[in-house]
């Protein structure tokens, strides 16, 4: 995954709201929400995970009136799927077999997970 692109865990909590709104938000919105999750931070805190989210080219950001309101550049599928690509290429050499084999005899994917993976191998083959 492009370093630019990476997410510390409190910038992905921030994001996770910001998917979630479906619109625009300022601060004080994203700081709102994030106080009903339990989270007490401080504007300024926020303002800065913003910042950097927007410097990382995840958020854009446009001012309205005086207010600057910032939403997603890009969505939460894309970046789960870049994160996924990243996380196989560095911990398994891009092999999506590898990954793969790595669970194989855990109890970490069930009958369920297995049969629904292939009925999506069998997909990619037609």
């Known amino acids: 995954m492009d370093e ?6 409190a910038e992905m909590k921030v994001m996770n709201q ?3 709104a479906e ?3 300022t601060v004080p919105e994203v700081l709102e929400i994030l106080k009903k999750e339990g ?13 950097r989210l927007t410097a990382k080219e995840i958020l854009g950001v446009t001012k309205k009136g005086n207010k600057l309101c910032y939403f997603p550049l890009v969505s939460k599928e894309q970046y789960e799927k870049k994160e996924a690509e990243g996380f196989v290429e560095s911990k ?3 092999s999506l077999k ?7 005899g855990s109890d970490k994917i069930g009958k369920n997970d297995m049969k629904d993976l292939r009925a999506w191998l ?5």
């Open 98 to 104: 590898n990954f793969l084999v790595a669970f194989r």
């Open 122 to 126: 069998d997909e990619l083959d037609d």
């Open 18 to 20: 910001i998917w979630k």
């Open 39 to 51: 989270e007490e931070w401080t504007y300024p805190t926020v303002a800065t995970f913003l910042r």
């Open 23 to 25: 619109e625009m938000v």
């Open 4 to 9: 630019k692109m990476r997410i510390s865990n």
């Open 92 to 94: 398994f050499g891009g």
